[in-house]
């Protein structure tokens, strides 16, 4: 059975700082890749994220680009997201994923999900 179980969430001051973690059961990162995905209220998924061992890729959307940071450890099977100088717009519910192989920036072809950590950012 897959697990991606999240950690790290909270609230911050805008400028402040906050570190995700995912930790990862049933799965390796030679066969997903390992996705952040976030949603805020009212609005769609948004991949913010991405990291892929297969073909070496990490991938940042445009609006996180420069800010947030991911990285995995292969030997505790975790996938952390380092997010500094955090906005108000940052605020949103943030899922850790995993795709089959290689990164994606859609969010309809994800094979798991983990239940998600809030951050939430005020000004």
């Known amino acids: 059975e897959v697990q991606l179980v999240e950690s790290g969430g909270g609230s911050v001051h805008a400028g402040g700082s906050l570190r995700l973690s995912c930790a990862a059961s049933?799965?390796?990162?030679?066969?997903?890749?390992i996705l952040w995905i976030r949603q805020a209220p009212g609005k769609e998924h948004e991949v913010v994220s991405c990291s892929s061992k297969s073909d070496r890729t990490e991938n940042y959307a445009d609006s996180v680009k420069g800010r947030f940071t991911i990285a995995s450890d292969d030997a505790k099977n975790t996938v952390s997201l380092q997010m500094n100088n955090l906005m108000p717009e940052d605020t949103a519910t943030y899922f850790c994923?995993?795709?089959?192989?290689?990164?994606?920036?859609?969010?309809?072809?994800?094979?798991?999900w983990g239940q998600g950590a809030q951050v939430s950012v005020s000004t």
């Open positions: 049933g799965l390796t990162f030679d066969d997903y890749a």
């Open positions: 994923a995993a795709h089959d192989v290689f990164c994606t920036w859609k969010v309809s072809g994800i094979d798991y």
